[in-house]
């Protein structure tokens, strides 16, 4: 089993939609969830970070941690097609070991 | 400005040569990390300096050296290139410790004939 599960995509969705985000993960040692994005020949961003369990929000994003079943979801609501990029979930515990998953591509359509 | 800056930023090479990326932050930050995604988009922490003293050294190659001249710095020199090390590389910061977010640098891309 890896480390750090995300389904690949592509997700393809309209415009407007609300997008659900997911990995799961096997390391229960993890405390720090992230998801990053990532544009096209660009480098990752950071748009979520959460510690523990839990659901935070900024804007438009979500992000939901539950350590319990080793799942963690980035929801993003009103989904526009700026928001078309990679979306890469990570977590790591404390001292410098992040592990990323490889990513879901996502596509908004106008 | 540009936080995370790293050059170059396409890098095409013949096998067997030398080359270096360079990566320089602004942020103040005490870590620097060296990150490979191979073209399955999986990024792979390869080494992490911390005030320029290497903390995390993954499985890579020795071909690989990086060397951190001062904190604000972490240059990659990889030897012998192989067909194998094509990807796109990315530097990265943190202020390190327990509260750490990566701030990445835009990559890269080295492709070996």
């Known amino acids: 089993q890896k480390e750090v599960e995300q389904d690949p995509g592509p997700l393809s969705v309209p415009e407007g939609a609300i997008v659900s985000l997911n990995c799961t993960y096997s390391n229960s040692a993890f405390q720090y969830f992230m998801w990053y994005r990532q544009y096209s020949r660009k480098g990752p961003e950071l748009l979520m970070y959460t510690y523990s369990s839990g659901n935070k929000e900024d804007g438009r994003f979500t992000a939901q941690v539950d350590k319990s079943s080793k799942y963690i979801s980035l929801f993003i609501r009103d989904s526009q097609p700026s928001d078309s990029a990679t979306y890469l979930c990570a977590m790591s515990f404390y001292g410098q070991n992040f592990v990323f998953g490889p990513g879901t591509r996502l596509s908004v359509l106008p | 400005d540009t936080a995370v800056s790293q050059t170059p930023k396409y890098l095409v090479t013949q096998m067997g040569n030398d080359k270096s990326i360079k990566c320089e932050q602004n942020?103040?930050?005490?870590?620097m990390y060296w990150y490979k995604q191979d073209s399955k988009k999986f990024l792979k922490i390869m080494f992490s300096?911390?005030?320029?003293?290497?903390?995390i050294n993954e499985t890579v190659p020795n071909r690989f050296s990086p060397k951190s001249p001062d904190k604000a710095h972490l240059n990659l020199h990889i030897n012998s290139l192989e067909l194998g090390d094509s990807a796109v590389y990315f530097c990265a910061s943190s202020l390190g410790g327990e509260n750490e977010k990566l701030f990445f640098g835009s990559g890269t891309q080295l492709s070996v004939l």
């Open positions: 942020l103040g930050h005490d870590t």
């Open positions: 300096y911390n005030n320029k003293e290497l903390i």
